[in-house]
């Protein structure tokens, strides 16, 4: 009865996910209550507050979701162990723009985030685990670029905490172009492309270098 209990309670927690993506997704998130989101899932609002403190813990854990896949590349490009992090990044930025442009979850849920969320009041907690998600990325990524420096795949002299915010900036940049207009330049088969480009301001930018 028990293991029958946490089954259900997993089952309304994904429709209620399920619910509040379609939401933020043609409503945009300032635009739907969560009332809205309960309707949709079939479910109370006591329901939603059982899984979820508010709207913002609900878009934060939409936006977990889409982190998993990466991890473990990501992890591996900041061991110092690794005998190619710079090609474990090109792997990741490839990845990542496959899974933007190909798989209908992952561009909405980038969508949701890029173009359809307002930064109100209510949504401070998301603001703050934003600032939050993008320090730690610039760390991540700086640590990855020290140990391509120390492997001999980038400049000795290159600026890594300043490289991060670069190639952290042409990422976010490409991937919210894209979906504001996709049609203006083709991220899934010009992919390879797009992460050697950034890759090259890494190895060639002078103005990165310390």
Same mark, same amino acid.
């Not at 703050?128 to 600032?131: G, H, L």
């Not at 190639?167 to 042409?170: G, K, N, R």
């Given at each position: 009865m028990v293991r029958r209990t946490k089954e259900e309670a997993q089952e309304t927690r994904s429709q209620i996910l399920q619910a509040?993506?379609?939401a933020f997704y043609e409503r945009g998130v300032a635009r739907t209550t969560l009332a809205d989101i309960a309707a949709l899932a079939g479910v109370t609002r006591g329901a939603i507050y059982w899984h979820f403190s508010n709207k913002s813990d609900l878009l934060q854990a939409l936006l977990d979701t889409l982190h998993e896949p990466l991890d473990e590349l990501a992890r591996a490009s900041e061991s110092e162990d690794e005998a190619d992090p710079l090609g474990c990044m090109r792997k990741l930025l490839i990845h990542l723009y496959h899974e933007v442009a190909l798989d209908p979850k992952t561009r909405r849920i980038n969508e949701i985030l890029f173009h359809k969320c307002e930064f109100t009041d209510e949504m401070c907690d998301m603001r703050?685990?934003?600032?939050t998600h993008s320090l730690e990325c610039n760390l991540r990524i700086s640590l990855t670029l020290r140990n391509a420096v120390n492997r001999g795949q980038l400049p000795e002299n290159l600026d890594t905490t300043r490289g991060a915010v670069c190639? @952290?900036?042409?990422i976010h940049g490409l991937i919210g172009q894209w979906l504001l207009v996709p049609d203006s330049f083709e991220l @899934?088969?010009?992919a390879e492309r797009w992460a050697d480009i950034g890759l090259d301001m890494l190895r060639l930018s002078p103005s990165?270098?310390?």
């Open positions: 509040a993506e379609q703050r685990q934003r600032q190639i @952290h900036a042409f @899934h088969q010009d990165l270098r310390n």
